[in-house]
């Protein structure tokens, strides 16, 4: 069993910066991607960003360029530098990891207004 652990949500102005981080903890012999998705109110969840094993990242398109996804691969976490944040980057994010399944974090609320 695998279980995933974020931090670092929380309220924030535009153009302001937020870090989440998720560690994973449980039995991991071995994990390829990990990544965060976020879910706006009213919304479906929606894919932001992955790394892989290697180091490779994507991004989808709304945060390329402010968004930066990094993993520390001996202590089985991952990370999400946010920054010039915007109104529609609010929601809730959660990472995941794959681990042989796919396995989902809990959440953590991210606010951006004035």
């Known amino acids: 069993q695998v279980q995933l652990v974020e931090s670092g949500g929380g309220l924030v102005q535009p153009g302001g910066s937020l870090r989440l981080s998720c560690a994973a903890s449980g039995t991991i012999f071995t994990t390829s991607e990990m990544g965060w998705y976020r879910q706006a109110p009213g919304k479906e969840r929606e894919w932001v960003a992955l790394?892989?094993?290697?180091?490779?990242?994507v991004y989808t398109n709304p945060v390329k360029g402010r968004f930066t996804i990094s993993r520390d691969n001996a202590k089985n976490t991952v990370n999400l530098q946010m920054n010039s944040l915007k109104p529609e980057d609010t929601a809730v994010y959660y990472c995941?990891?794959?681990?042989?399944?796919?396995?989902w974090g809990q959440g953590t609320q991210v606010t951006v207004s004035s």
């Open positions: 790394i892989t094993s290697g180091g490779s990242t």
């Open positions: 995941y990891v794959i681990a042989g399944a796919r396995y």
